[in-house]
């Protein structure tokens, strides 16, 4: 009985030391960036509360050469009651979770890099400035995607950007050419068309009035050219 209750003790006086792992196991989220080195990641881990020491990552990490070369960028979910070598191996491996986000048809540059952002993948404001200064607004294809958090910004934004240069067929640039449009004015005028349309039926007939308006040498008289202004 005094063992006992002398073991008791002895976990009443440790438990500030060892509550994270004395609870029971939760999921942390850890996002490790691109080009991170190995020293930095053990801290980041240790800093989260999934090991009692950054040192001894190192020590491990020092142990499995491997593993040190080839921690990989991304978002983990992980739990303090796993063991060391377990959370090392899936970051060697690149076991991470992905983030699945959805650009709907319409959203401005500004909408796309809030939604980017909201999503845990970067910056909004950088986002923004990289897509003007690559003049990457209206190329960044609207549609469903499954990114890996941890990539630099315009590594996520090319992803974008060339589903565009995808979609964007042979056939539909020579449609834009034989119109008289070059890239850049095929997009602009979409853009605007996308903005004044409501449904699919709206998009032909906008575009309709648009086309004659030009041919006519006509103002466009377009609510969306102000507003994007």
């Given at each position: ?50 090991s009692p020491s950054a040192a ?68 909004e404001r950088e986002f923004v ?101």
């Amino acid at each position: 009985m005094r063992r006992l209750a002398g073991g008791l003790a002895l976990v009443v006086i440790l438990s500030p030391v060892l509550a994270p792992w004395l609870q029971p196991a939760h999921a942390v989220l850890v996002t490790i960036p691109e080009g991170v080195p190995a020293r930095e990641v053990a801290a980041r881990l240790a800093e989260a509360g999934l090991s009692p020491s950054a040192a001894y990552l190192r020590a491990l990490l020092a142990l499995r050469p491997p593993w040190e070369r080839h921690l990989q960028s991304g978002a983990y979910r992980l739990s303090a009651w796993m063991p060391a070598e377990t959370m090392l191996r899936i970051l060697a491996e690149g076991r991470g979770v992905n983030v699945r986000v959805t650009l709907p048809e319409g959203l401005s540059a500004r909408q796309i890099a809030a939604r980017l952002a909201a999503a845990g993948l970067g910056d909004e404001r950088e986002f923004v400035e990289i897509i003007q200064a690559r003049k990457w607004e209206g190329r960044l294809f609207p549609d469903t995607y499954v990114l890996r958090p941890g990539q630099p910004p315009e590594k996520i934004l090319q992803r974008l950007v060339t589903e565009f240069e995808r979609r964007y067929a042979p056939d539909l640039r020579a449609r834009a050419k034989a119109l008289g449009f070059t890239d850049l004015q095929a997009l602009t005028l979409a853009s605007l068309v996308e903005r004044e349309a409501r449904t699919d039926a709206d998009r032909h007939l906008v575009a309709g009035v648009f086309h004659n308006r030009l041919k006519k040498r006509w103002l466009l008289e377009s609510c969306a050219s102000v507003q994007y202004a």
